[in-house]
């Protein structure tokens, strides 16, 4: 199968229903929810009941498509419509990413539909590897998990910060070191299941942008879990930290896949904001009369508008090829980073042109783009920095252990 940029039907409807979502429900509060920075589970809510918020439509957009862009498909529409509202809808996704990734479809079918709940009695998500010494530097990681044998409980202790969902989550998947001399290769997730003693919020993050998604840290405290709360069980990490001890190479290029994959969906995030600003910016041009003319009558506004459309476009190109080279692991040189790498950039850029083409009038609350310039630039921030995605892209295109 080659790669195909054309939506297929099905894709296309997704697409129409989540941008309606994102127009009629979450534009109208985005604003608000901003302003007030907390979690807006009224939206979440009402994403529940019709279905978009849920592990049935996770495990539908992920596993039952051969072509790897209905979830960039939505997730652009979705955070078309807000990033902080997107991200708090979407955020339990990464933990249920972490337990799919790692877990043993046991664990898979106990933990996943628990980190949504259902319409009524929704559920959160929390995906926690990032510490305050260890960000970039995952290997840096200092939480721990001693596993206990007379009573088959792990024992977690450590602090993790900007945890989206961070405390308030109900499930949290925790990274942690089971043997701290084989660096990263000795980590191992966990689940920490809903009302577990010894996990507990730490201080709740004032951030610059995407403020309706709740940020925190998550404290440890000999936070005991049973035994099968290892994902993908004792036996298996066993197996592997004998390989890591007789000094046997760790599989580098399912691991480099695995990261790879989940990057597009970050740069459709980006797309979705870099579009938002584009089409109200370009709206805007057009009916803002400065000099007896609309101001997109100078060169000088709508050629930056061309270039916005042509960013745009050129990331999501990267962003749905690379989403299909994830879906059929055919990443070569690291073409997941370069498409969110490329994402992150246009919209922090296209989000800063759009508030210079409406002037005074995008420098203030009472208009998005301002709104949309501080939610843009999380993109160069998670799930890998810049400087990180570029580190990745120049190991894989020269084959040398740039640092
Ligand atoms: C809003 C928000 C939500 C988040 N959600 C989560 C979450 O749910 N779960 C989670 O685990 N984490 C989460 N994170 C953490 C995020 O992934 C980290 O912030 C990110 O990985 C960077 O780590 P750091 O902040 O410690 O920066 P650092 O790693 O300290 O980086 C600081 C600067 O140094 C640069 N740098 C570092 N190392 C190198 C190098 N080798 N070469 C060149 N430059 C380098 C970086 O690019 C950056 O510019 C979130 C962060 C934010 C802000």
Request: aromatic share 8%; net charge negative.
């Amino acid at each position: 199968m080659d790669f195909n940029p054309e939506l297929n039907e099905d894709q296309i409807q997704i697409k129409d229903w989540v941008h309606t979502f994102a127009e009629d429900i979450i534009r109208p509060v985005a604003s608000d929810w901003d302003e007030r920075e907390e979690t807006p589970w009224p939206v979440i809510e009402e994403a529940a009941r019709i279905g978009l918020y849920g592990w049935e439509f996770m495990a539908e957009a992920m596993m039952n498509d051969p072509t790897g862009l209905t979830m960039p498909v939505a997730l652009e529409e979705l955070f078309w419509g807000d990033a902080g509202i997107g991200l708090s809808i979407m955020g339990s996704g990464l933990a249920a990413a972490g337990i799919g990734a790692s877990g043993t479809r046991e664990q898979v079918m106990e933990w996943v539909p628990q980190c949504y709940g259902s319409p009524g009695n929704l559920m959160l998500g929390a995906f926690a590897s990032s510490e305050p010494d260890a960000g970039s530097d995952v290997a840096g990681m200092r939480t721990r998990a001693v596993y206990e044998e007379s009573t088959d409980e792990w024992v977690l202790n450590g602090t993790k910060t900007w945890i989206t969902n961070g405390g308030i989550a109900d499930v949290h998947v925790i990274v942690a070191v089971v043997e701290p001399e084989y660096r990263s290769r000795g980590h191992a997730s966990f689940v920490v299941p809903p009302g577990t003693k010894g996990l507990s919020q730490g201080q709740k993050f004032k951030k610059h942008g995407i403020r309706a998604s709740h940020t925190a840290e998550v404290v440890l405290d000999d936070c005991r879990i049973p035994g099968n709360c290892l994902l993908g069980g004792k036996e298996k990490l066993d197996e592997r930290l004998a390989r890591v001890r007789e000094g046997k190479p760790g599989n580098a290029q399912a691991a480099m896949q695995t990261f790879e994959s989940t990057r597009p969906a970050v740069g459709a995030q980006a797309v979705g904001v870099a579009r938002a600003a584009y089409e109200y910016a370009l709206e805007y041009a057009k009916e803002r009369h400065q000099f007896g003319r609309a101001i997109i009558e100078n060169q000088s506004i709508s050629f930056m508008l061309a270039d916005m459309a042509m960013e745009i476009e050129a990331a999501r190109a990267l962003v749905h090829r690379a989403a299909w080279l994830g879906k059929h692991r055919k990443y070569k040189n690291a073409e997941g980073s370069m498409a969110k790498l490329k994402a992150g950039r246009v919209a922090v850029w296209s989000t800063e042109r759009a508030i210079q083409i409406l002037g005074g009038y995008g420098y203030v609350r009472d208009y998005p783009v301002e709104r949309w310039h501080r939610d843009a630039k999380i993109f160069d921030i998670f799930e890998g920095t810049e400087q990180i995605q570029q580190l990745v892209i120049a190991r894989a295109i020269s084959g040398i252990r740039v640092e």
